[in-house]
Every structure is written in C-alpha cells, then in structure tokens.
Nanobody
C-alpha cells in the first residue's frame, strides 16, 4: 500500500523560506515520478515541480522556477521541496503526489497517489 506523508508546512513571513518533506512508503522497485502541487481556496490544483526517482530529471512550473527546488533522499525515501522568497500568494495547501511511471507530468490527474496535504501560510 502506497502512503505519502507531507510535513514542514507552517506560517512564515513574506521573503522567508520553508522546506516541505514527503515521506513515501510502499513505492518499492522500479522507477516512478514524484511531484508537488498546491491548492489555494477556490483555486484549481496547481503543479509546482516533479522529480524522477532514479534519474536527475526534474521539471518545474514557470511560476516557481528559481524560487523552489525539488530534491530527494534515497536513504529516507523522502522528497523535499525547498521554497525560498515566499510570497503571500504562495499560501495554499501543498500536496505530494506519486505515480509508478517515470514520466514527469504537470497534470494532476496523471498521479495516482496523494498525501493528505500540509498548509503553508505566508504573511505580508
């Protein structure tokens, strides 16, 4: 059974940084893609970044390129999202997602597994 657990959200002032973590279990063997999305109230789920578990391939949305960095730790089966220069408009629930396909996609329906989400609030 695949389980994704996010952590690291919280309240931060504009200009600050946060690092989100996504601990994955059940995704063993083979290659897969992991991604971060976010959803603000009344908005659609927005793609942020994706990473291939076995290669160095990454993919970013233009809106976060240069501010957010996705990375992984094999030993901990964990994917991270480092978020810098945060803005009030980054306020949202942030979700980790995974799919047992190596293709990196920015489409939320591509991903079959989702975490419960972690709230990020950026104050002005």
């Amino acid at each position: 059974q695949v389980q994704l657990v996010e952590s690291g959200g919280g309240l931060v002032q504009a200009g600050g940084s946060l690092r989100l973590s996504c601990a994955a279990s059940g995704l063993t063997f083979g290659n897969y893609a992991m991604a971060w999305f976010r959803q603000a109230p009344g908005e659609e789920r927005e793609f942020l970044s994706a990473i291939n578990w076995r290669t160095t391939n990454t993919y970013y949305a233009d809106s976060v390129k240069g501010r957010f960095t996705i990375s992984k730790d094999y030993a901990k089966n964990t994917v991270y999202l480092q978020m810098n220069s945060l803005k009030p408009e980054d306020t949202a629930v942030y979700y980790c997602a995974a799919d047992q396909s190596p293709r990196l996609s920015g489409t939320w329906s591509t991903y079959h597994y989702w975490g419960q989400g972690t709230q990020v609030t950026v104050s002005s």
